[in-house]
C-alpha cells in the first residue's frame, strides 16, 4: 500500500498539504525563517503524527478492553540536535489518563502494544531517536 499526498506551495514560506483522507493542512515557517506563522511546523508535525498513530491505537484499545477512561492526553517532548540538519535525537512520550475506574495494568498493556507491536511512526521514529515512554495514571475522587 502506497500513500500519495501533494505539498503546493502557496507563496512566501506557506504550503498547502492534503492528506488521504482528502483533508489539507497549511504548513508554514515562523516569522524568525521567513514565514508569517500561520501553519504547522514541519518537525512538530512529525511529533504531531507520533503522538496521533500511538493515540490511535491506544483508543481503539480502550473501546476494545470497554475500559473507563474519563480523559486521555500525551505529552511529546524532543530535544532537536543543534547541527544541521537538525533532527530529533531524543523524544519522551507521556500517556496521561484521568478517570475515577482506572485499570492501570489494562491500561499500561494498551500503551506497551501501541509503542510496541502497532503504531508504525513510532517504529519509524526509533531509527533515528532515543525513544522514553511514561504513563501517568491520574485518578479521580468519587464524589459521594
Known amino acids: 500500500m502506497t500513500n500519495h499526498i501533494t505539498t503546493k506551495w502557496l507563496g512566501e514560506m506557506a504550503f498547502e498539504s492534503n492528506n488521504p ?37 491506544v483508543a481503539s484499545l480502550i473501546k476494545k478492553m470497554k475500559l473507563d477512561v474519563d480523559d486521555f492526553q500525551m505529552e511529546t517532548i ?12 531524543s523524544v519522551v512520550i507521556e500517556y496521561h489518563f484521568h478517570g475515577s475506574n482506572l485499570n492501570e ?14 503504531c508504525g511512526v513510532m517504529e519509524m521514529f526509533r531509527k533515528f531517536a532515543e525513544l522514553e515512554i511514561k504513563t501517568f495514571f491520574h485518578h479521580k475522587e468519587v464524589e459521594v
Open 105 to 118: 495494568g489494562k491500561l499500561q498493556k494498551a500503551v506497551d502494544l501501541s509503542v510496541e507491536k502497532y
Open 21 to 57: 483522507s482528502g483533508l489539507s493542512l497549511t504548513i508554514d515557517a515562523g516569522p524568525e525563517n521567513g514565514g508569517a506563522g500561520e501553519g504547522l511546523r514541519p518537525k512538530a508535525l512529525m511529533l504531531s503524527s507520533l503522538a496521533g498513530c500511538s493515540g490511535l491505537d
Open 78 to 89: 524532543a530535544n532537536l540536535t543543534d547541527e544541521h540538519p537538525k533532527y530529533y535525537d
